[in-house]
């Protein structure tokens, strides 16, 4: 993963850690489904932002910490590129 997109998922990851635990709730991540330019995506889909808990959660302590999420988000990345 490049540096700025770490940048990017490290901001991303600061912003969304209302509480300044170091770690990403489920309660933390439904509250950025719920009042986000997200919301009208997560309307449509079955798919939610407490998921990344469920596919990335590493060391199963039911929350997300900076690595996973970079993690998830490389993932993703990948996923994005390798179908262009």
Not at 3 to 9: E, G, H, I, P, Q
Not at 29 to 56: K, N, P
């Given at each position: 993963?490049?540096?700025?997109?770490?940048?990017?998922?490290?901001?991303?990851?600061?912003?969304?850690?209302?509480?300044?635990?170091?770690?990403?709730?489920?309660?933390?991540?439904?509250?950025?489904?719920?009042?986000?330019?997200?919301?009208?995506?997560?309307?449509?889909?079955?798919?939610?932002?407490h998921d990344f808990i469920i596919l990335q959660d590493a060391d199963d302590d039911h929350r997300l910490s900076l690595p996973e999420l970079n993690t998830a988000m490389g993932?993703?990345?990948?996923?994005?590129?390798?179908?262009?």
């Amino acid at each position: 993963m490049c540096a700025v997109y770490r940048l990017v998922v490290a901001g991303m990851f600061d912003y969304y850690d209302k509480n300044d635990d170091d770690y990403l709730d489920s309660v933390e991540l439904d509250d950025v489904e719920r009042h986000g330019y997200l919301q009208s995506v997560f309307e449509t889909t079955s798919c939610h932002m407490h998921d990344f808990i469920i596919l990335q959660d590493a060391d199963d302590d039911h929350r997300l910490s900076l690595p996973e999420l970079n993690t998830a988000m490389g993932n993703r990345q990948k996923k994005v590129y390798n179908s262009v």
